[in-house]
């Protein structure tokens, strides 16, 4: 069984290497059902990011899309939106090794670094063949549901190992932890976001130097990540920006809560 059960896991790693250029190399073509994908690079910083494009839209309009919206431009970001399965991903630093198990079925898809938004940095692949007969590892689970809200649990979760997020939602999302400082409460956090709201640029009472973000996830997806960070109390939110209010990120309106980390 010990045997049988070592065969499994062998089948569903995916070894992902990303250059100082932010190139990511992989297999071309790996098996379906669920794989771990462990990432490393060489680059200072690294976003690990699967995708899956529409039938008919291409890298190229995609690629331009995403720097349509990083300028605030709604119509690329919807149209991205409408094109694109977000199938998640995971941070990493040199060093370090990024692991994000996802269950993917048959098809064409792309690997990126999303560090940088240039064609470079996206690597086809294929998913086909015999399942991997892998199952997504265990540990805390946190979800996204309604639109723009989070599960009202878990209150707490350790301070490292692997998270899955399950977006059940219409709504893109990623899961974001952000350290509060120190004395700080999720109050206070919430006061900041009115008053941003209300044009008032204060302090934020978060540390966004001891934080995790990880990759974007479609609606209905599920994925699993690993994190680390120290101990304390944090403001999970999303940030990604919403399309049917102007780009308006998801923590602003009000995909935010408190969170311990033990």
Avoid at 56 to 74: C, M, N, S
Avoid at 203 to 213: I, N, S, Y
């Amino acid at each position: 069984a010990g045997q049988a059960a070592a065969r499994e896991t062998a089948a569903g790693t995916v070894s992902v290497s990303i250059t100082a250029a932010h190139n990511v190399t992989m297999p071309a073509t790996i098996q379906p059902g669920v794989s771990e994908f462990r990432v490393t690079t060489e680059a200072k910083a690294s976003g690990f990011q699967l995708v899956q494009l529409a039938a008919g839209y291409t890298l190229d309009e995609a690629i331009a899309d995403i720097d349509g919206f990083d300028k605030g431009r709604i119509k690329a970001l919807k149209r991205f939106e409408a094109n694109t399965t977000l199938l998640g991903g995971v941070n990493v630093r040199p060093g370090k090794v990024g692991k994000l198990a996802v269950d993917l079925p048959v098809g064409s898809y792309y690997a990126a670094d999303i560090e940088r938004n240039r064609p470079s940095a996206f690597t086809a692949f294929t998913v086909a063949g015999a399942d991997t007969g892998a199952a997504m590892p265990d540990g805390t689970t946190i979800k996204a549901v309604r639109s723009t809200s989070w599960a009202k649990g878990p209150k707490s979760i350790a301070n490292r190992g692997m998270l899955t997020f399950k977006n059940r939602t219409d709504q893109n999302h990623f899961v974001g932890l952000v350290k509060l400082g120190k004395g700080k409460t999720a109050k206070d956090f919430a006061d900041w976001i009115d008053a941003a709201m209300e044009g008032e640029e204060g302090p934020p009472p978060v540390d966004f130097r001891v934080a995790f973000d990880g990759g974007l996830v479609s609606p209905g997806q599920t994925v699993a990540m690993n994190y680390k960070l120290p101990k304390g109390d944090y403001i999970l939110a999303c940030f990604w920006p919403d399309a049917s209010m102007g780009g308006m990120p998801h923590a602003f309106m009000g995909m935010y809560r408190g969170i311990e980390l033990i």
